[in-house]
């Protein structure tokens, strides 16, 4: 396989805080389509790994590229995401002081710039999208509340809404189940699925039923650097996967 | 198209405001020439002038809570935007002062003379135009915030150190305009003014007249604001207010959002300033202080920052109040003033109009959003 | 010639028995009101051949302005203005003459050549002198006029001289008149090589002179010595503005230092800190009032004194804020900075209306006034002292945070307040103490401060964004940035002094640092990592 065919490419990327390594040499490979889930111990560099592909963490060395070409290493935030790679927080974040409708309006793909947001209106084809998004994220009924008005299970879904309204080829999820119901983990799983379909995914979560759910490839990160691979159930067999996280 | 974006932010509130300062200009000029001086209706000159210095602090404020209320940038200099604008607009009086000076000098003002300058600097050619006094009157105090929020939005400063960089720019200028090289007047400043655009500026009608000016620049100043806030661009803002980095993870270049709202703003405060200059009759360094800065945020915050009339309510109350005390009890203005500062942060973080609102509307689910201030996020 | 002939002779008889002659010196005096300016002259040579002691009085009265010749017997006396008419004194003996009408006595004129003569005349007189002081004195004069007149009474000096700096003096000014007269090559360049070993500002304009007038030879000489001469001064330029920066630096790091610990520590923005700094110093005044009331001879220990009280003031002080106003305010930086800008404001006004608008007189000890001179450096011992006392705070706050139960509580507490909580520290008080802390050092800096500004409402004031400064510029919550800060700037200020003036010059240290912060939005010393974003 050539990196060109490659969704998104990550080789030997390293990153130290203060002499910490959060990541060391980590390589990584998603390919269009593919959804990934990623586990690992706390501080195995799974927050890291998102920071340095989104571009709040520049790599010390290593090499990141999106469709094969584009060098992500020296793209600031906004650039990456205007490339098609967006992302989901741990912790919800959303405008807290803004409408659900008009969270989903900011993150809608549309131009970006200062002059074309000052003059912008939405068009209708812009507010179908808005209703369709906010029927699949079940958030129609609170269209108008503040966002900061929401349960933390719906923001969550919110977060995940604004994601499919920005049209990502990439979508960078961490923890999108952390503080939910069994209910609505199911939920948000059947979600992500439907979404993996016409996009890359990849998920972090410490949730093994959750991971087991989704059904995808499996990589575990330990010590900022790749530890084992392949389906749940052949990492989950994996020893040195056992000693380090599943095992305790 | 244009009529629609400006009117697209006007609601209640704006519609109250507008209403109060048309009033304002038809009833000042009527009170301040139509009537007989011994009338209980009659204006002075000194009055006309006083509301008018009301007003221009109003769209300092205005300018201030563009971006403290609605971008999260607190900025401890925005008194630098308002006196450039206004010695843009000094320079022009003291050209038009001509050989009416005490030495009698046609090209050169009078501190010029005193300090055997032979010829006008570079930088004074153009200012006998009002035209381009008008124009540099928004484009300096906009070229150096530009410059200025050019490099520290692009170097992610904020929050407190965005805050006292600022305060070190309107510190810095302060310095550099006291001293005589600069060739601004040093200490004393630009005064003694004579006329403007041909007018007698200590006569009433043209006291009258630049008082309606300001009503109308105050009047434009919150409609733009209005609009620019309740467009799309606005949602951005106050977003990046809230939660920068997720705006950028949207794909939102937050630093040119901030760059524009901040130019934007000191454009306005420029606007004030040169308003401000004919009606007080003077522009000085002082007014580069840190702590005039500081005064006009207050305002802000008394009115209630993050919205558009609150600032406007804010800065003329405030001032009233201090005419009011620097007159009667002049031992006890600073300890007013320091103690709204206080009382205000503690018990009123959303200002006059924010405890209006929340009295007014008290559901219970509101009120847990009204809960959280703006800048919670932290330093 | 004949000028030059009466000055050896002189000199020889100065060094003969100055004494013997003490006797006839009246007449000589009487000589001096004889008339025309060429007797004048001539009297003032016969007084300098007695080479005495005493007639140095009598030509200094003569070079005042003060000699007369009285009308009615043709005495030469001192006469002073008083009343309407003079009192008039023996200018020899100091006797009391009597009072004389205006009219009744005549001045004696003199004209620039005299006045040249009579200023020779007194430097070789002085540098007889018996008091060594006197002599070096004397000494320096001659090396400032460079009159060639001396140079016969500096060598005959010269050659009876004991006190190696006194000889220092004398070989210097001998240098000084040779290379601005007519001398042979051989000791101009004899010459320049003292002067070059003098190297100061004196002598690179007396070595200019030199290199441009003399002959090729003496010309390359003084042209190397100018260039070892600069070289000097440029070194003890520097050292001079290296001790100016260190000066400023400690005074800015005391004033930094509180709010390193309120700002870096607690990350509360105390706009109010100048004011801590001010209350200091007025504790200062009301203690030194205290001593100069009750104990005025132990009036050299009333800083000592000051310190505890100042420090303990304005710590109250800043314990009553915390607890009042700013606990309510964590998290909130800004509003922070908004409310202690209001307390800053009302504490100045409390302090006018108490003390009045006026400064007010801080007395040094003896122990902190007066200077002493190392090398080419001035040291005023104030100065040296605040250098000192910075350095000593700077260091105790840092054992104190470190080493201490109380520090190990406030690092707690700023690393993970719920979990200092949960391990039983109590942490609103911690706070209270730690701004307190941060307040009582601005206090101490206000000691210190009194000392080298004025003691107003508005001392704080001049230092608040200075202090801004210095702590974001080391970075925040980093106490050696804030030492590394301080002194960076107070150094940089002073280097750019010279060049630029105070105002642009602190202009530019300002656009530093707001350019820096660009460069480095966490100062100097920042922290790296995640923990900085948290």
Known sequence: MSTEDTLLYLDGVSVSFDGFRALNRLSLVIEPGEMRAIIGPNGAGKTTMMDVITGKTRPDTGTILFEGRTDLTSLREPAIANLGIGRKFQRPTVFEMHTVWDNLELSLKAPRRPLKTLTYSATREDRARIEEILDITRLSPRRDRPAGSLSHGEKQWLEIGMLLAQDPKLLLVDEPVAGMTDAETEQTAHLLKDIAGKHSVIVVEHDMVFVRELGVKVTVLHEGSVLAEGSL??????KQVIDVYLGR | MLTRFFLMGLDKKAGVLLTVLAVLAVAVPVMALGTAPDSPWHLSTHTVALLGKYLCFALLALSLDLVWGFVGILSLGHAAFFTLGGYAMGMYLMRQIGSRGMYGNADLPDFMVFLNWTELPWYWHGFDQF???????MLVPGLLAFAFGWFAFRSRVTGVYLSIITQALTFALMLAFFRNDMGFGGNNGLTDFKEILGFDIQAASTRVGLFVATVAALAVGYI???????????????????????????????????????????CMAGVAGALYVPQVGIINPSEFSPASSIEAVIWVAVGGRGTLAGPVLGAVLVNFGKSYFTAALPELWLFALGGLFVLVTLFLPKGILGLAAQLRDRLPARATVSAKPADQKGV | MHRAFCWLLAAFLALAAPASFAADLAPLVRGLGAGSYAETEK??????ETGDPAVVPVIEALQAGDLHVRKADGAVVVAKRAGNGYALTDPLTGAALGEADRNAVEKIRINNALRRTISATLGALTLMSPDANTRRQAAEAVFK?????????????????TDARVR?????ARASVLLAGDAPDADKIAAVEVLQERGDQDARALLNGAANTGSDAVKDAAKKAIASVEQRLALWGAAQNLWYGLSLGSVLLLAAIGLAVTFGVMGVINMAHGEMVMIGAYATFLVQEAFRQWAPGLFDFSILVALPVAFLVSGAVGVAIERSVIRWLYGRPLETLLATWGLSLALQQAVRSIFGPTNREVGAPSWMSGAFELGGLTITYGRLWIVVFAFLVFGALLVALRKTWFGLSIRAVTQNRSMANAMGIRTARVDALTFGLGSGIAGLAGVALSQIDNVSPNLGQGYIIDSFMVVVFGGVGNLWGTLVGALALGGVNKFLEPYAGAVLGKILVLIFIILFIQRRPRGLFALKGRAVEA
């Open chain 1, 233 to 238: 159930d052949t990492v989950s067999a994996n």
């Open chain 2, 224 to 266: 733009l604001a209005s609009a620019v806030v309740a467009s799309k661009l606005g949602k951005v803002l106050i977003a990046v207010r809230d939660a920068e980095s997720r705006v950028r993870f949207l794909g939102y270049e937050t630093d040119r959002y901030k760059l524009f709202a901040w130019t934007l703003s000191a």
């Open chain 3, 43 to 48: 009297a003032i040579a016969g007084l300098a």
């Open chain 3, 168 to 172: 220092r003096a004398m070989t210097q």
């Open chain 3, 145 to 161: 006029s460079r009159d060639a007149n001396a140079l016969d009474a500096l060598n005959t000096a010269l050659a009876k001289e």
């Open chain 2, 131 to 137: 035209w381009f006094a008008a124009i540099m009157v």
